[in-house]
């Protein structure tokens, strides 16, 4: 499997549909050595990211907030299964799943989702955050519609 938008796409489906699944007011949670909370939503996400790239792309890493495969490899996917787990762990609906493949230290692509949201977009430019410039391939935000049927 060589297209990494497909994979990280799909990936970051799956791990909305567990977000989805997990949101609850008055979920557990454990907190971690530098006072951040853990939800089990974290390490299932997390999990998921490792397995996947283990069965896809073997001779890839994995840099995650929670659990690590990286042994120098060329290609590493950096991912944070709940970027805003403050929020997810006590109900506020600000989160989404970060996932990027770096190759060599140089981003190769970049994707946030947010479960909740209603607006969808994919975006393919260069950004400059402040004078310095930063270029990569591809940024993706992508989010999947949430609105009620009428």
């Not at 994979?7 to 008055?26: D, H, P, R, W, Y």
């Not at 770096?102 to 190769?108: L, S």
């Not at 209603?118 to 391939?137: G, L, M, Q």
Request: charged share 25%; aromatic share 12%; with cysteine.
């Amino acid at each position: 499997m060589k297209n990494y938008k497909d994979f990280a796409v799909s990936l970051a489906f799956q791990a909305g549909k567990i977000m989805k699944q997990n949101f609850v007011t008055g979920m557990q949670k454990e907190w971690k050595e530098d006072h951040t909370p853990l939800t089990k939503t974290d390490l299932a996400i997390n999990e998921l990211v490792l397995d996947a790239v283990r069965l896809n792309y073997r001779e890839h890493g994995v840099l995650a907030e929670e659990e690590s495969n990286f042994n120098g490899e060329d290609f590493v996917w950096v991912c944070d299964p709940i970027d805003g787990t403050f929020p997810f762990s006590h109900g506020y609906p600000t989160f989404t799943f970060s996932l990027a493949l770096v190759k060599n230290g140089k981003p190769i692509l970049g994707l946030l989702f947010d479960p909740r949201s209603d607006f969808k977009s994919t975006d393919h430019r260069r950004i400059w955050p402040t004078s310095a410039s930063i270029s990569v391939h591809d940024i993706w935000l992508l989010v999947q519609p949430h609105l009620p049927r009428q």
